[in-house]
């Protein structure tokens, strides 16, 4: 089986004094939608280099209420709970583990009948007095996606995996391609999201 971890990229990174997981450069990542625990659920994401640096591993079944996105050390960057709600769905995410407090984000999913390719709207900074807004909106694929901020330029865009001559990998290996100065592990706390309203965590 080949390599299914992005191609190495010759510019090194230089990370943020507040943040190891923002950087000053485009940040590129491989996602495999399979989980490193025998009988798992979850996904599992390679940096440039391929260096193991996220994963998600649900242990119960698929499409659980509750998941937990870890760096490779296993400590939990973000807790990420689902909402009961009668019509429509809502995702929170905390930082760290456990649910208490106001949550860090929250995800709403968009009604089906609404017009445009928007599928989720993100409030973050939640327990702040001022929030900015992200939109998740789909591209030509199913699974491919890009987020925008609130002045509606890109800050990521997820897409299924090609290869350097030109052919595409399986359903189950991404590419996620991060832009300068965006936490990155927050954008993967979104793909999470998406990941189990598609159904595929």
Not at 49 to 71: A, I
Not at 109 to 127: A, D, H, M, Q, W
Not at 136 to 155: A, E, H, M, P, R
Request: hydrophobic residues 30%; glycine residues 8%.
């Amino acid at each position: 089986m080949g390599k299914i971890h992005p191609e190495n990229i010759s510019s090194p990174s230089s990370y943020s004094c507040s943040s190891p997981y923002v950087t000053s450069n485009r940040e590129s990542f491989t996602i495999w939608m399979k989980s490193l625990v025998f009988h798992g659920n979850g996904c599992t994401v390679f940096n440039s280099n391929g260096e193991l640096c996220f994963r998600v591993d649900n242990y119960q079944e698929r499409c659980s209420n509750e998941v937990f996105l870890m760096d490779l050390n296993g400590q939990v960057l973000f807790s990420i709970k689902k909402e009961k709600l009668r019509v429509f769905g809502r995702w929170n995410g905390y930082l760290c583990g456990g649910f208490k407090g106001r949550p860090w984000f929250q995800v709403k999913k968009n009604c089906t009948f609404s017009r445009g390719n928007v599928i989720c709207n993100v409030n973050l900074g939640y327990e702040k007095s001022i929030k900015s807004c992200y939109k998740i909106q789909k591209l030509d694929k199913k699974s491919s996606f890009k987020v925008t901020n609130s002045t509606g330029d890109i800050v990521a865009e997820l897409k299924q995996k090609q290869s350097s001559r030109g052919f595409a990998y399986g359903d189950d290996v991404l590419t996620l391609e991060v832009e300068p100065q965006v936490d990155q592990s927050l954008i993967m706390a979104l793909v999470t999201v998406c990941g189990l309203i598609s159904r595929k965590l």
